[in-house]
């Protein structure tokens, strides 16, 4: 008599069952070998849901770490992965240190979060747009260049008009603001510009502030134009230009001697150089006079150029000057003698 077909599979049935589980089991573990399960903590990115619109969170958190158990390969992909976690800010408010809930969204399978995350503290405020005036500064101004107000400022593309910058952010950043250009062409002399696609830049506590980098709120700080025209004027400036030494005397020369001549040296000419206002009005360099009281011979002497204005010098600024005193005539000479004294005068006929 044959034996039945499946006589085979419940023959020591308990042995080959034990084979089977030692088998799922070895294969079990070579597979966790390469891929075992792991407790790890990710840091991921936060999403703010359901944010008013005239709200701005300030200072958000960055990345929030969210501890995940998972198989290797599963918790690798998460880290991977756009995942996150969500703060719901539908019924938010302003305010300093709000409290809300933190919710991990998990979309890789496989990955479990193994205790709670949060939850938070935030600071909104309000979300304003302002207009702001844009100043122009000219650092490289030299000294005596007077920039001209009413000719100098920013016009937004072909309009003569002035302009402004509107920037939306949070309450407390738009109203700290102030907008400037930095014109930092050296202006040596009267000048006169118009220069297009000058970046605004922003000032902050006396701080230059990158909105989008040092300012820290969802949504970002925002401004608009980033360029602007620039129309520069200015008076002034330095010049250089020669004019002459004047000499002057004090007293008087000895009897009988008169001043017959005047030497200045290196040259009875200096160069003077200043802001063009102050040196265009200069036409003779003074010094302080010189005295000759009761003398019979020159006077040598060095004196110092006076410009009128410490922005002003003088090359050379001292200057050796000489008076040269000459005999005119003999006060000492002798009266004429030997005259005959008059007479009486004549009686009138009578």
Do not use: H
Request: charge should be positive; hydrophobic fraction near 40%; glycine fraction near 6%.
């Amino acid at each position: 008599m044959s034996e039945p077909p499946v006589s085979w599979i419940i023959t020591n049935w308990r042995l080959k069952l034990l084979s089977l589980v030692l088998a799922v089991a070895l294969v079990g573990a070579v597979a966790f070998s390469q891929n075992p399960p792991v407790f790890d903590t990710v840091a991921v990115r936060v999403e703010f849901a359901n944010l008013p619109p005239d709200l701005v969170v300030l200072d958000p958190p960055t990345p929030i770490d969210v501890p995940v158990a998972g198989l290797r390969d599963a918790v690798t992909k998460y880290k991977n992965t756009a995942a996150g976690v969500t703060i719901n800010l539908a019924n938010a408010k302003p305010g300093p240190n709000q409290v809300f809930a933190v919710t991990p969204k998990i979309d890789v399978p496989g990955v479990t979060v193994r205790s709670r995350v949060g939850p938070i503290r935030l600071t909104l405020e309000r979300q304003e747009t302002r207009l702001l005036d844009i100043d122009v500064r000219t650092p490289k101004a030299s000294p005596g260049v007077a920039v001209i107000p009413e000719k100098t400022y920013a016009t937004c593309g072909n309009s003569s008009d002035r302009c402004q910058v509107a920037v939306t952010a949070a309450s407390s950043i738009v109203n700290a603001l102030k907008a400037y250009v930095d014109f930092d062409v050296s202006l040596t002399t009267a000048y006169t510009s118009i220069t297009p696609n000058e970046p605004i830049k922003f000032e902050m506590n006396g701080r230059t502030v990158d909105l989008q980098k040092d300012v820290k709120s969802q949504p970002v700080a925002t401004s608009t134009p980033s360029n602007v025209t620039v129309k520069v004027a200015t008076n002034g400036g330095t010049a250089t230009r020669t004019v002459g030494v004047g000499v002057r005397v004090t007293g008087t020369q000895a009897c009988g001697y008169a001043i017959t001549g005047t030497d200045v040296q290196p040259s009875p000419f200096a160069n003077v150089t200043g802001p063009v206002d102050l040196v265009t009005k200069l036409t003779t360099l003074t010094i302080d006079p010189i005295e000759i009281g009761g003398l019979t011979g020159p006077a040598i002497v060095n004196r110092r150029l006076q410009t009128g204005s410490p922005q002003v010098v003088s090359d050379p600024a001292v200057v050796r000057v000489t008076v040269v005193i000459s005999q005119a005539f003999n006060c000492a000479a002798p009266t004429a003698a030997g005259l005959a004294s008059p007479g009486p005068a004549p009686s009138p006929p009578r």
